[in-house]
């Protein structure tokens, strides 16, 4: 079992759209949690940081995290076109050091 | 921009070469990593470097080094090269312990 699962799409809907991303881990160290957006050869670009469960806002964005069921999620609300992209989730055990695990990506595209 | 410089952004080399990636971290940030992306794997971390010396190593080969100098620009060199080499090399960097790490857009590695 990979330690940290990511459905890899693709994801398609239309514009306006609440997206609703998702990954799963089995390691019940992990204390950080990231979500980083990458477009076409671009390197990722980090979205959302939280520390433990919880949710964080942030404009369109929200992620929330379930230690319990040991589960994060990242919502988009009112998809845009330019949300297309790959979205990466991340995580770390601070206890065993600082370089994130990655899933493997979901794939996004939104329609105008 | 993520403040993160990477160079050259393709390279294409041949088997049993050595080639060298070189970034340059955000200002103010002291730690580095290195990752690598391929499609089968997905981003897998490599190396750390803090404020000149190696913190800590995941998955990176015998072939591969890197170092940190004390501009705090970063190389990983990467010798006696495989074709299964051939991918996406990430830097990122943060200010410190369990900060977000921002990525550079990459170096393309092609082995023909």
């Known amino acids: 079992q990979k330690e940290v699962e990511q459905d890899p799409g693709p994801l398609s809907v239309p514009e306006g759209a609440i997206v609703s991303l998702n990954c799963t881990y089995s390691n019940s160290a992990f204390q950080y949690f990231m979500w980083y957006r990458q477009y076409s050869r671009k390197g990722p670009e980090l979205l959302m940081y939280t520390y433990s469960s919880g949710n964080k806002e942030d404009g369109r964005f929200t992620a929330q995290v379930d230690k319990s069921s040991k589960y994060i999620s990242l919502f988009i609300r009112d998809s845009q076109p330019s949300d297309s992209a790959t979205y990466l989730c991340a995580m770390s055990d601070p206890q065993a050091g600082t370089a994130l695990i990655f899933g493997k990506g979901t794939t996004l595209s939104v329609s105008s | 921009d993520s403040g993160v410089t990477q160079t050259p952004k393709h390279l294409i080399t041949a088997t049993g070469q050595r080639v060298t990636l070189r970034c340059s971290p955000r200002?103010?940030?002291?730690?580095v990593y290195w990752y690598q992306q391929s499609l089968d794997q997905g981003l897998q971390f490599l190396i750390q470097y803090y404020n000149g010396e190696e913190r800590a190593k995941g998955n990176i080969l015998e072939r591969f080094s890197a170092q940190q100098f004390p501009d705090l620009h970063s190389e990983l060199n990467l010798s006696s090269l495989e074709l299964g080499d051939s991918a996406l090399y990430f830097c990122?960097?943060?200010?410190?312990?369990?900060?977000?790490?921002?990525f550079g857009d990459g170096t393309r590695l092609s082995i023909l």
């Open positions: 990122a960097s943060s200010v410190g312990w369990n900060q977000p790490q921002h």
């Open positions: 200002s103010g940030d002291l730690s």
